[in-house]
């Protein structure tokens, strides 16, 4: 998908802080265009059931920046409002979106499953419960895996252990498939002892060879 002049991208949020949520739910936009986007009259809406607004936008997202919209709690935003109010998933699908002031859907995230309320994708149609984002983990976020947007938010989003707000999350993608959060230090230990045998093996390996040819 070739991305226009205008667009604005969802690229990670924080949905669900650890310990209390509200004053700490952030959400960052991204712009990949050549010109700055202004946000008079844009609104972000919520959905569990239905979508309902959940804050207005104001200022402008400066041309292939980020731009961090926060609850009073979060540090280093670019843009306060009141209240984001966003779901945190549990047993059906939530969704996010982001409308311009002519009232259109730039862009839109759903994460967890099923979409047992239909909820409608900035496509026009009810979103597959196959398709959507996964859960991100308390304390973690959903962040696009790359900035190329395919309305597929299974295939775009990843969830994160570490949030990366104002920085290309993506970046970490491939670490963060390899290392899921909460993944077991075992493995780790494991790969650490072969790597101990390999190298000492190969030292065997070569006194037994030199003894063999002193003693032949």
């Given amino acids: 998908i070739i991305l226009s002049v205008g667009t604005i991208l969802i690229n990670e949020v924080l949905y669900d802080p650890a310990g209390s949520d509200a004053g700490y739910e952030w959400i960052e936009l991204y712009n990949p265009s050549g010109e700055d986007v202004p946000l008079s009259d844009w609104r ?3 959905a569990g059931t239905t ?3 959940a804050a207005t936008l104001s200022d402008a997202v400066k041309s292939k920046e980020f731009f961090l919209v926060c609850e009073q709690f979060v540090s280093g935003c670019d843009l306060y409002v009141e209240k984001l109010g966003f779901q945190n998933g549990g047993g059906a699908t939530d969704g996010i979106q982001i409308l311009n002031h002519e ?3 730039v862009d839109a995230l759903f994460y967890d499953s099923p979409n047992s309320n239909s909820l409608i994708g900035e496509t026009g149609g009810v ?3 196959e398709n959507t984002a996964p859960v991100a983990p308390s304390g973690g976020s959903l962040g696009r895996k790359s900035l190329i947007d395919t309305n597929n938010y299974a295939a775009d989003f990843i969830a994160y252990s570490t949030p ?5 999350n993506f970046s970490v993608a491939e670490k963060e498939e390899l290392d899921p959060a909460g993944s077991n230090p075992l493995f780790y230990i494991a790969i650490f ?7 000492y093996s190969a030292r065997l390996l070569k006194h037994y060879n030199f003894t ?3 003693n032949g």
């Fill in 44 to 46: 972000i809406e919520v």
């Fill in 51 to 53: 979508f309902k607004p």
């Fill in 127 to 129: 979103v597959a419960s």
């Fill in 164 to 168: 990366t707000p104002k920085l290309p």
């Fill in 193 to 199: 002892l072969f790597f101990i045998l390999l190298k």
């Fill in 103 to 105: 009232n259109t859907v």
């Fill in 212 to 214: 063999k040819n002193s």
